[in-house]
């Protein structure tokens, strides 16, 4: 398969939706972008299995992190995979701020800072237009 077609297959996959904070591309001036979800830095290799769909900020702020804090216990954990985990079993809406329900969910809000003051008025303002978040 070529990148093209990687690329594509990434994107459909996730419907074209961010897999950590579930934005769509759609309403996001800035290009989605596809995600190692283990780093190349770390031999996370470019195939199917360890790529994600994601939006700027969450690819920005996880860098080539594979792990984070959970903020509740101080304790290390990793950060979700969305290829082998559920997004609603370590995630949930409040409103406009996302919640961790787990140490993955928690750990990857903080180290995706996806709880910024400007994110959650994105979220807040999608919502009162009634188009997120997404019905899956
Ligand atoms: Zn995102």
């Known amino acids: 398969m070529d990148d093209e077609a990687l690329a594509n297959l990434v994107r459909d996959r996730a419907r074209r939706r961010c897999e950590y904070c579930q934005l769509p591309q759609t309403f996001s001036s800035?290009?989605?972008q596809i995600d190692h979800i283990i780093a190349?830095?770390?031999g996370g290799k470019t195939v199917a299995s360890n790529?994600?769909?994601a939006c700027l900020a969450d690819n920005n702020h996880k860098g080539p992190n594979l792990a984070?804090?959970?903020p509740k216990t101080g304790k290390r954990t990793w950060l979700?995979?969305?290829r082998r985990q559920k997004w609603a079993s370590h995630f949930r809406w409040q409103g406009p701020v996302l919640i961790g329900r787990t140490a993955v969910g928690r750990a990857t809000i903080a180290v995706m800072a996806m709880n910024l003051p400007h994110r959650i008025a994105q979220r807040a303002?999608?919502?009162a237009e009634g188009v997120f978040p997404p019905r899956t």
């Open 30 to 32: 800035a290009r989605f």
């Open 40 to 42: 190349q830095q770390h």
């Open 51 to 53: 790529l994600a769909f």
């Open 68 to 70: 984070g804090i959970d």
């Open 80 to 82: 979700f995979h969305p």
């Open 125 to 127: 303002a999608l919502i």
